[in-house]
């Protein structure tokens, strides 16, 4: 079993800045990539961003480039996302996304954390 612990979320103001967190436990043999999502009320989850694990290059979503910044802790499993310059528009539920295999031979699995609520005031 996986588990995923996020933490960081909470209410920011426009123009400051937050940082997430998002730790991961369990049976893990290696990962692929992990990253945050977003959802908005009434609107779909859309990507924040991701990291691979393996080579460190990461991929944003177009709201957010330039303002986040995800990154990790390799010996700690664990993903870090520093929001900049935060707006009223990046108010939702973050939610942490882990793609890994369990094992050595395993397919590919993906895991999603509980949810972190970030609310930005103008």
């Known amino acids: 079993q996986v588990q995923l612990v996020e933490s960081g979320g909470s209410l920011g103001q426009a123009g400051g800045s937050l940082r997430l967190s998002c730790s991961a436990s369990?049976?893990?043999?290696?990962?692929?990539?992990m990253g945050w999502f977003r959802q908005a009320p009434g609107k779909e989850r859309e990507l924040v961003a991701t990291?691979?694990?393996?080579?460190?290059?990461?991929n944003y979503g177009d709201s957010v480039k330039g303002r986040f910044t995800i990154s990790r802790n390799s010996a700690g499993i664990t993903v870090y996302l520093q929001m900049n310059s935060l707006e009223p528009d990046d108010t939702a539920v973050y939610y942490c996304?882990?793609?890994?295999?369990?094992?050595?031979?395993?397919?590919?699995?993906?895991?999603w954390g509980q949810g972190t609520q970030v609310t930005v005031s103008s």
């Open positions: 369990g049976r893990i043999f290696s990962i692929h990539h």
């Open positions: 990291i691979n694990w393996g080579d460190g290059s990461t």
């Open positions: 996304k882990l793609r890994y295999s369990a094992w050595a031979w395993g397919s590919p699995a993906e895991y």
